[in-house]
């Protein structure tokens, strides 16, 4: 049975409100729920309007509050603890502008998974190469080998 205005003024005012500042669309959809409910929607009404399940409808307007917009986000909108910090992508930033033979390597070239290697030796966090490589992507930073030329090795008389 509908729940027609079980919403104070004030919360449907704020609800209103959120709905239209909100960024996240599936929070804009909770809300929208939250609303419709509250104008006598019936939960199949609201989830056949919205295009979601009814499963869906009956829980999030059973645990959506009106008044906490942080009870209509769901665990997976956390997302992943992110063990690189601001500091760490700066000192990677910083160690890719250096040569490696300058701080103290055989090796005259960084690869992603050295670079990661050396960071962890420095800060204690612990990144494979394909993360170092896509914090450095999302920098903008683009590596390519250079390209050797054996012209100079070339025996010409022998190319003969």
């Given at each position: ?14 609800l209103q409100k959120?709905?239209?500042?909100e ?6 959809e ?20 919205i ?18 917009r942080?009870?209509?986000?769901d ?16 000192l ?9 033979t ?12 050295r ?12 990144l ?31 190319r003969?």
């Open positions: 049975m509908p729940a027609a205005n079980c919403l104070t003024h004030e919360q449907v005012k704020k959120a709905l239209k500042e960024p996240n669309g599936e929070i804009r909770r809300i929208l729920m939250l609303l419709l409910l509250n104008d006598g929607k019936t939960q199949a009404q609201i989830a056949q309007f295009g979601v399940s009814i499963n869906t409808v009956c829980h999030w307007c059973i645990h959506g509050d009106p008044d906490n942080e009870s209509l986000k665990k997976r909108m956390e997302g992943n603890n992110k063990k690189a910090t601001e500091e760490y992508v700066n990677l930033l910083e160690t890719l502008s250096k040569e490696p300058e701080l103290g390597y055989e090796f005259g070239r960084w690869t992603a998974h670079l990661a290697t050396y960071l962890h030796e420095i800060t204690g966090i612990q494979s190469g394909s993360q170092v490589r896509r914090i450095l992507a999302k920098k903008k930073y683009v590596y390519i080998w250079g390209k050797y030329s054996l012209e100079s090795k070339r025996d010409e008389e022998e003969k």
